[in-house]
């Protein structure tokens, strides 16, 4: 067959402009070789992919401070020393001498190290040790409750690793990856052009998915919607959910992927994603991790919106709350499953 000049310059320039057109896309991707890890039995696809290139960010992003030395006992309780604790009201049954470690450790892991509130000042009135008048020492009680409360209800999910406040925070006074409900952005032709919630590139739905941006306000938070979606008996009158519902679930598994940095095989069969039988038992461990977060927001975070200020809260007025992200930074195990809580085990014990 002969070509013409016409067409070839025409087939030329399409080539020209579908090569421009990938461009976008191939900010995307990421370019192989990648390693491939096989999780599941032999035959059933379920691998997880990574990416060696990135596994020295990852690796930076999840090293930990060294655990303070630990510290003989005074042999006073904080309850008994009133004279110099005068308004302690959940660490009372620590040993004065592990009650300074902890302020230590706390302010490492959580008040800024540098400038004029940097350490203890963070949370405290320095003239008035005692004093709440500072709004980061009232958080910071509660946080403490909730780190508790986290390795002794939910050890199901932290297991024997158990977290601090390390584990989110990482030396940040906010958390790194937190989120709160998101509005998006207004639109010029108002409810007409309702983007309802999705078709809007980028955070927190990866690889400009057009999925809904914001799951978390109804599915990591309490009172919750359901994450089940899968109908279980057949039409008519099935129980399977709306297009609506699903595309949430969906958004919702992207966040727990990247939050966890795997692939949906992780904890699925892609044969019959709502399978428990065919699951791993990861999927089961993320069960009650999302049974974990939604007690987090519920029971604390959401409870603190009066004392934050309006600096420290979203668009919507709510606070900022916690995602898989928070703790997870891209890892499956937070800090690669190493165990800062066995360090100090008074954040391991139940509330009084
Ligand atoms: C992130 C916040 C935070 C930081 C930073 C912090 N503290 Fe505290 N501190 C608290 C909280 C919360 C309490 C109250 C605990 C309770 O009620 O059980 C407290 C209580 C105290 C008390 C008891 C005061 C009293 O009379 O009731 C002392 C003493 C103290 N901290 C010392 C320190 C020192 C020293 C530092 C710096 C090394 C420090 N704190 C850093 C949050 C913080
Ligand atoms: C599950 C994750 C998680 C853990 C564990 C955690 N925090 Fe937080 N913390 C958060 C989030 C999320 C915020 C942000 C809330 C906001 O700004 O609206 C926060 C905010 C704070 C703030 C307020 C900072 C500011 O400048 O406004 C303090 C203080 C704090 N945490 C102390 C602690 C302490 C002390 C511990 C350990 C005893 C702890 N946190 C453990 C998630 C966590
Ligand atoms: C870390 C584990 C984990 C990862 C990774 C994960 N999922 Fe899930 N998935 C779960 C859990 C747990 C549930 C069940 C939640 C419940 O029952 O409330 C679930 C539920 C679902 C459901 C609903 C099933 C039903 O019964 O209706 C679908 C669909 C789904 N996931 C798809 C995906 C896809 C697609 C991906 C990858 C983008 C993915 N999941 C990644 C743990 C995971
Ligand atoms: C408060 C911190 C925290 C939050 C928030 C959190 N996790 Fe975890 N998660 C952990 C810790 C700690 C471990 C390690 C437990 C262990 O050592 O077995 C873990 C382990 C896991 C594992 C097991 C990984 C493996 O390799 O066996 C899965 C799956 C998981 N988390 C999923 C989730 C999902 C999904 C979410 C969000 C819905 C979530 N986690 C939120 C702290 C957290």
Redesign the pocket.
């Known amino acids: 067959m002969k070509l013409s000049a016409t067409t070839l310059t025409a087939s030329l320039l399409v080539s020209v402009i579908a090569v421009l057109l990938a461009i976008p896309m191939m900010l995307q991707w990421e370019r192989p070789p990648m390693d491939s890890t096989q999780l599941g039995f032999r035959g059933l696809g379920m691998e997880q992919i990574t990416n060696p290139r990135i596994a020295e960010t990852l690796k930076a992003l999840n090293t930990l401070p060294v655990p303070d030395d630990p510290v003989e006992n005074d042999g006073v309780l904080v309850k008994n020393d009133t004279e110099n604790y005068k308004n302690v009201q959940v660490l009372g049954d620590l040993d004065t001498a592990q009650f300074v470690r902890l302020m230590n450790a706390?302010s490492t892991?959580?008040a800024p190290q540098e400038g004029d509130n940097a350490g203890c000042a963070y949370?405290h009135n320095l003239e008035n040790m005692a004093s709440d008048e500072v709004y980061?020492k009232v958080?910071?009680r509660r946080?403490?409750q909730?780190?508790r409360a986290?390795n002794t209800q939910y050890k199901s999910h932290v297991a024997e690793t158990g977290?601090?406040?390390y584990?989110?925070?990482r030396g940040n006074?906010?958390?790194a990856n937190?989120w709160a409900t998101n509005p998006g952005p207004k639109q010029a032709g108002g409810m007409a052009a309702s983007r309802d919630g999705q078709n809007l590139a980028g955070q927190p739905v990866p690889a400009y998915a057009s999925l809904p941006y914001d799951p978390f306000t109804t599915l990591l938070n309490t009172p919750a919607d359901s994450i089940r979606v899968v109908a279980t008996t057949p039409l008519p009158g099935g129980t399977g959910a709306s297009i609506r519902a699903t595309e949430k679930t969906y958004s919702l598994m992207m966040h727990m992927s990247t939050g966890l940095g795997v692939n949906c095989t992780f904890c699925h069969n892609s044969r019959q994603f709502s399978s428990w039988e065919e699951s791993r038992p990861q999927r089961v461990t993320a069960w009650h991790g999302i049974e974990m977060v939604r007690d987090?927001n519920g029971s604390y975070?959401t409870p603190l919106t009066d004392v934050?200020p309006a600096n420290?809260?979203g668009p919507m007025g709510d606070?900022?709350?916690?995602n898989c992200a928070?703790?997870h930074n891209g890892v499956n195990k937070p800090l690669y499953g190493f165990s800062m809580a066995k360090s100090y085990p008074e954040?391991s014990v139940p509330n009084p």
């Open positions: 706390i892991w959580v949370c980061t958080v910071a946080m403490i909730m780190t986290i977290v601090t406040c584990t989110c925070h006074a906010v958390p937190v987090v975070m934050f420290r809260k606070v900022l709350k916690a928070t703790c954040l």
